[in-house]
């Protein structure tokens, strides 16, 4: 599950815990290591909330950033999860492709987009002018730039803390992954046995 023993949950993690079995069918193991801080894991989704509302990024969009994020990191966690995602959202093989670095199957807005992610999440101080023109160019405003850049950042920081604790993928998503998201994953911690 993680490096972490399972503290004894209080009303906030049963909370969060229930929230994953109606959303799931079960418990995340993700949601085992916040249950230390479920408050703090509140805080930072609702951020991610507001970035989302504030700049209209669909579902899609946000599917693609996480996607294209959560690979370049070699988060397997949020990789398979949001992979899942987006393949339930588009479809399979596009999902596999994003995790994969290939954006074939995306607008040119899109492959703007997953480009970004990919840079901000693997190294944020090589990004250039031409990096942030080319998301204005594909029609994202500097506004939405900024917000696109904090939603990853958070992003990259929930990955980092599930997966310094040692946060393994859930076994339950051995079916509910479709095969090609599964097999573009060839990074991170293994699935759950």
Not at 133 to 142: E, I, K, P, V
């Amino acid at each position: 599950m993680s490096f972490l023993d399972l503290p004894e949950p209080d009303a906030a993690a049963e909370e969060l815990f229930a929230e994953d079995v109606e959303e799931l069918g079960f418990v995340m193991n993700a949601s085992r290591i916040w249950a230390y801080d479920p408050a703090l894991q509140q805080q930072l989704f609702a951020l991610l909330r507001d970035l989302v509302h504030e700049h209209g990024l669909t579902f899609r969009q946000r599917g693609i950033l996480v996607a294209a994020c959560a690979s370049a990191l070699g988060d397997s966690y949020c990789s398979v999860a949001w992979g899942t995602k987006l393949a339930g959202a588009t479809d399979e093989k596009l999902a596999a492709g994003v995790l994969r670095g290939d954006d074939s199957g995306l607008s040119a807005d899109e492959h703007a987009l997953a480009e970004w992610a990919r840079k901000v999440a693997r190294d944020p101080n090589s990004t250039t002018p031409e990096d942030v023109q080319s998301l204005r160019t594909a029609g994202w405003t500097d506004h939405q730039i900024f917000g696109l850049t904090a939603f990853v950042a958070l992003r990259v920081a929930f990955s980092t803390i599930n997966d310094a604790l040692g946060a393994n993928p859930d076994a339950a998503y051995r079916s509910l992954a479709p095969q090609p998201v599964l097999e573009a994953i060839t990074y991170g911690r293994p699935i759950d046995s």
